[in-house]
């Protein structure tokens, strides 16, 4: 019986397609992993500021390099290190309940400050800096914060505090924007007060003044203080009574 070529032919090329098959699927799992690999290596290497960030690569504690919004850098993941500063507007809170800030006024009286601060990071000189000095950066503000609403309470009475919230807040900004400066080189905005809360010593305080105001409006209303010229300083001096000090006595009594 003649042999059929075409058959065997046939056979044949089957059989070189089937064994090439599985070196195909090795050589497509090999170039999938070489480009795996390759974009593994290439995301170690390369880094790229976002849009409001500065990056600064150093080696051995020294910048090396700073990069800005749309820069880039190959790096040495082994021996080159990369920080990243955020150079958006920031925040630091402490206006939740359990951050305020205690303090002590002048005259020794407790008292809490609530409130935000807003800064930016400084010039890339100041980076540098940074970099060289200290690492810390947003974990050191509220340290900063604290730092600044005692010595500006430590400055001025509770009346003062209490009636002048305002240039008080005026006053933690500027002291907190001298303080973040020399410490951290960053730029403070506002230390925007929210709240004072005054304690306990402070609250005794106002509740005694109101009882003492109460009775110096009752002695002036009394027959006895509309009698006579004799008791006219002393009645004036009682209506003029803010307060503090001795509650103000009826006449002819000698005070405590």
């Known amino acids: 019986m003649p042999r059929d070529d075409s058959l065997s032919s046939s056979t044949a090329d089957r059989a070189r397609a089937e064994a090439a098959r599985p ?31 500065m990056i600064l690569i150093g080696r051995g504690g020294e910048v090396t390099r700073v990069l800005g919004p749309g820069q880039w850098s ?37 008292l809490t400050f609530f409130g935000t601060a807003f800064w930016k990071e400084g010039t890339e000189d100041d980076l540098r800096w940074r970099y060289a000095h200290i690492r810390a950066g947003a974990d050191a503000m509220p340290a900063l914060m604290a730092a600044s609403a005692q010595t ?53 305080v ?6 003492g105001r109460a009775r110096a409006a009752s002695i002036a209303a009394s027959p006895a203080m509309a009698n006579g010229a004799d008791n ?16 103000p006595e009826r006449p002819g009594r000698p005070e405590p």
């Open 206 to 211: 106002v509740s005694e003044r109101e009882l």
């Open 23 to 53: 070196r195909a699927a090795l050589v497509g799992f090999g170039v999938l992993l070489l480009l795996f690999l390759a974009w593994m290596i290439y995301r170690q290497v390369t880094v790229a500021p976002g849009p409001a960030q």
């Open 74 to 110: 190959l790096l040495n993941p082994f021996s080159q290190s990369v920080t990243s500063y955020d150079m958006a507007l920031l925040s630091s809170d402490r206006s939740a309940p359990d951050r305020g800030m205690g303090a002590l006024s002048a005259e020794g009286h407790a």
């Open 232 to 247: 006219a300083l002393e009645m004036e001096r009682i209506r003029r009574w803010d307060g503090r000090g001795i509650i």
């Open 152 to 204: 500006v309470a430590g400055r001025h009475t509770m009346d003062e505090i209490i009636h002048n919230a305002s240039a008080i807040g005026r006053e933690l900004t500027d002291d907190l924007k001298a303080r973040a400066r020399a410490l951290l080189r960053v730029d403070v905005a506002d230390f925007a007060l929210t709240r004072i809360e005054p304690g306990e010593t402070w609250r005794a």
